[in-house]
């Protein structure tokens, strides 16, 4: 499953979910740019250009939505750290918002469905 991780594990499943989201966004046009951007500020799972935009992209898997599913588990919390982080990420390239369209979308994975929500936050 993962790279490196043990079978099973969390990270193990979390990238499996990351890489059917990953091609389930290539088969709808997008170009993947990085997989699992990491600094200080946190984590965005996915970076793809669409077009012009670059679309940041957060993985998310529940088994189900019999607790709220995947959309309701990205806290307000969780969106602002993926903001400051992709802010990092413009700014360690010389981009910026003004400059560079950016979006910030969701990938859904709740048992087998994908739901992929654009400008999620």
Known sequence: ???GYPPGSKR???DAHERRAEAYLRQQGLRLLCRNFQCRLG???LIMHQGDTL???EVRYRKSRYFGGAL???TAAKQGRVRRTASFYLQSRGLNEARQPCRFDLIACEGSDIHWI???F
């Open 1 to 3: 499953m993962g790279a």
């Open 12 to 14: 193990a499943q979390g």
């Open 43 to 45: 984590e965005i799972d």
């Open 55 to 57: 679309v940041f992209i």
């Open 72 to 74: 309701a588990s990205v």
């Open 118 to 120: 654009q400008n999620a």
